[in-house]
């Protein structure tokens, strides 16, 4: 039984913030590591944001303005977007996968528009 849940998307004004939240059950996140991806109209999926117990990593077009986090004993994973952009735009996407790839899990998707 596992189930993702994705909210926080919306509309926002250049310069705005959001955050979103990824909610999982049925798994145990020790076995994961976490992360966000997004894709744009006309444009492929792209990595955002990746979350380990160790190492954090963020794309370069995010950097600075987004912050990835997670909390163990909700099973919840979040994306804090700060001085939103019209390029960031997109329909975003949380993952949840195993080290060695056995076991990879996607959220639902949220919409976040970004008006100009």
């Known amino acids: 039984q596992v189930q993702i849940v994705e909210s926080g998307g919306g509309l926002v004004q250049p310069g705005g913030s959001l955050t979103l939240a990824c909610a999982a059950s049925?798994?145990?996140?020790?076995?994961?590591?976490t992360g966000w991806y997004r894709q744009a109209p006309g444009k492929q999926r792209e990595l955002v944001a990746t979350l380990t117990s160790a190492i954090t990593i963020y794309a370069d077009s995010v950097k600075g303005r987004f912050t990835i986090s997670r909390d163990n004993a909700k099973n919840t994973v979040y994306l804090q977007m700060n001085s939103l952009k019209s390029e960031d735009t997109a329909v975003y996407f949380c993952?949840?996968?195993?080290?060695?790839?056995?076991?990879?899990?996607w959220g639902q998707g949220t919409q976040v528009s970004v008006s100009s």
């Open positions: 049925g798994i145990n996140f020790s076995f994961y590591r």
């Open positions: 993952n949840f996968r195993t080290r060695d790839g056995t076991r990879d899990y």
